[in-house]
């Protein structure tokens, strides 16, 4: 009997183990924010560093903001009642940083700052009676709490996805303060943990709006073509509000489309629309239609492309035809101002360097990265394998974690499902092969495509060599069973012998399916020439390169490559100073934005193989 009940507690222990929790069904993220009635609140906020969270504690390590205290908590933004008064923090009289912008950047003696630091924006807003508010975040890294006008709003976990608070009724007509206790210590229980190849970059990293809407507005919708059926585009309209029974119309003058919906009881209406022949988007031609959608209550309009992707045995195929990811990886961070790169500006950069290499295609690595990115790149015709920062040791068996990353994937499907250059999902990168990691990931894999059942999902995984042969690399990792396309990373040559051991590798793929690899690379220091066995070298960077391309060049079933990385970035994990100095320099473009001489071994390549057609 006891056995009996033993089993029965593993059982349920384990199902609740990955339940999903009440909240990652309801996900009220506004979306398509920038093509809504803002009010931006980018600009100089004060701030003030709070390594003991002095100022959300008190000295009994009791939350002010639980306790009601206002005296101590920074949140109230209390100012002396008199000279008699005694407040120990000052929001004003405190220093300013730019947001968008992580603090490690703009604020020297925060450059490796890991902790706490509090900000504080005042703004003044005309009121409308008839109108809904909320305050929108595009990211902070890596936990916010919340305060409008000294009321708790919330907190939010996860430093690459957005996060939206209604403030209707906590908003004044006039003088409003927001503040927000940001928090980017590493938690060995985070997404990602406490071990990451990337500059821990804290702060309110990317743009913060108040979205002024309708009381009954549209806040969700999804237009996408149908995999299987070219003539169909499919979808959904979410209203939000009290009128949630309305008529409306999606035009799409282009194409010629006006066709009429009614959204049901709880504001939501499916859409199906019979198109004709359509201008598909591509990377040659990234043609996006003006959607206009309008309801009784509401108009919102977006940019929107349509096309298929599908995997068929071991191709891709893009609007019905193979297709090789001529691809690179990017960090979201602008070396030459070493920090988060957050503005349209900046992807434009970062972008053209991975155009004039000739790429179709960009890994954004290892987390969402913010949504001009996105939309830039779908402008520009690059294909985007989007990632959650489910990296390296996560802890597999936690549920709040598995919450955290399933959260944060919701928040990346949701924002970005209605873009055309998106084909691919990762759930992670080399992660390793547990029962708990392959239950946690697949669980993740399977609400990706609840969400969003027309992309591809994958993950970046790690190869092993054959049992008695030494130079038979496999990819057979069992996750590869819950993934379209089998990724997977590989440094041979670099942290796997020397270049030329590329020519005697066999591989072997355990899948019938599509094979990219996610990441394969060198280091060099730019201006750092030598003989080509020389490590650090240009020279040998680019020999790595040449050996590389020759062995990938060969295996017929691997359909596209990301090498790591488009450009050197900042991590706390390279040491050597005068190679590294804090710098990861595995890119084909230098922290000075010079191009090495790998960079064109790369683009002669991908120039050979796009000519090869
Ligand atoms: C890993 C990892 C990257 C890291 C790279 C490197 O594959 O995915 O995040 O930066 O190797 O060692 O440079």
Not at 294 to 323: H, Q
Request: one cysteine or more.
């Amino acid at each position: 009997m006891r056995r009996l009940a033993i089993l029965l507690l593993i059982l349920t222990l384990s199902s609740s183990l990955y339940s999903q929790n009440e909240n990652s069904t309801k996900i009220d993220l506004i979306t398509n924010v920038i093509n809504r009635n803002l009010i931006s609140l980018d600009g100089r906020w004060n701030y003030i560093v709070d390594p003991y969270e002095n100022g959300f504690y008190d000295y009994r390590r009791r939350p002010y903001d639980e306790i009601g205290d206002r005296t101590g908590g920074f949140y109230s933004n209390r100012k002396p009642a008199d000279k008699t008064d005694r407040v120990e923090y000052d929001f004003e009289l405190s220093p300013a940083m730019t947001i968008p912008g992580d603090w490690n950047s703009q604020v020297n003696e925060l450059k490796l700052y890991e902790g706490t630091v509090w900000f504080k924006r005042d703004f003044d807003v005309k009121k409308k009676s008839d109108k809904r508010y909320f305050l929108y975040f595009g990211a902070v890294n890596y936990e916010a709490h919340v305060y409008f006008n000294g009321k708790k709003l919330g907190v939010h976990i996860g430093g690459f996805t957005p996060f939206n608070f209604e403030v209707t009724d906590l908003l004044e007509d006039g003088e409003n303060f927001v503040v927000v206790k940001v928090d980017n210590s590493r938690r060995f229980d985070g997404v990602p943990t406490v071990n990451t190849d990337w500059w821990n970059y804290g702060g309110i990293t990317r743009d913060v709006f108040l979205i002024e809407t309708n009381a009954t507005f549209i806040r969700d919708c999804k237009l996408q073509l149908n995999n299987n059926d070219l003539g169909m585009i499919e979808g959904f309209v979410q209203l939000d509000g009290a009128k949630d029974e309305q008529n409306g119309t999606i035009r799409i003058e282009e194409a010629n489309i006006n066709y009429k919906f009614k959204t049901g009881s709880n504001g939501y209406a499916t859409i199906k629309i019979r198109a004709g022949k359509l201008n598909l988007w591509s990377p040659e031609n990234p043609f996006l239609y003006n959607i206009k959608i309008e309801t009784e209550t509401d108009t919102l309009k977006d940019k929107i492309g349509f096309r298929t992707i599908a995997v068929k045995g071991t191709d891709i195929l893009l609007n019905g035809k193979p297709v090789f990811l001529r691809g690179i990886c990017l960090h979201e961070e602008n070396p030459l101002k070493t920090g988060r790169a957050y503005s349209e500006a900046e992807a434009l950069m970062l972008l053209n360097w991975a155009k004039e290499l000739n790429c179709n295609y960009v890994r954004l690595a290892h987390y969402p990265h913010n949504e001009y990115m996105v939309r830039t790149a779908e402008k520009m015709g690059l294909l985007v394998w989007e990632e959650i920062p489910v990296y390296w040791t996560i802890q597999w068996e936690n549920e709040s974690t598995f919450r955290n990353a399933m959260n944060q994937l919701e928040e990346m499907i949701v924002r970005d499902r209605n873009r055309a250059n998106v084909i691919i999902w990762s759930m992670g990168n080399e992660t390793p092969v547990t029962e708990e990691r392959i239950r946690f990931m697949s669980k993740l894999a399977e609400r990706a495509r609840e969400l969003d059942g027309s992309r591809l999902i994958s993950a970046a995984l790690e190869v092993h060599r054959k049992e008695n042969e030494p130079f038979t690399y496999m990819v057979d990792d069992p996750l590869g069973k819950y993934l379209d396309v089998l990724s997977f990373n590989e440094y041979i040559g670099w942290y796997d012998g020397k270049p030329d051991k590329c020519s005697k590798i066999n591989w072997e793929f355990g899948y019938d399916k599509p094979v990219v690899i996610s990441e394969t690379g060198a280091g060099a220091l730019q201006g750092y020439n030598a003989d080509s066995l020389t490590v650090w070298s240009e020279e040998h960077q680019a020999y790595f390169y040449k050996k590389q391309l020759e062995m990938i060049g060969k295996q017929k079933q691997i359909k596209g490559m990301t090498p790591w990385i488009l450009v050197d970035f900042r991590s706390p994990r390279r040491q050597h100073p005068v190679y590294q100095n804090f710098w990861n320099r595995k890119g084909l473009v230098s922290s000075s934005g010079i191009k090495k001489k790998a960079y064109f071994v790369l683009k002669d390549f991908y120039d050979k193989i796009e000519n090869r057609k």
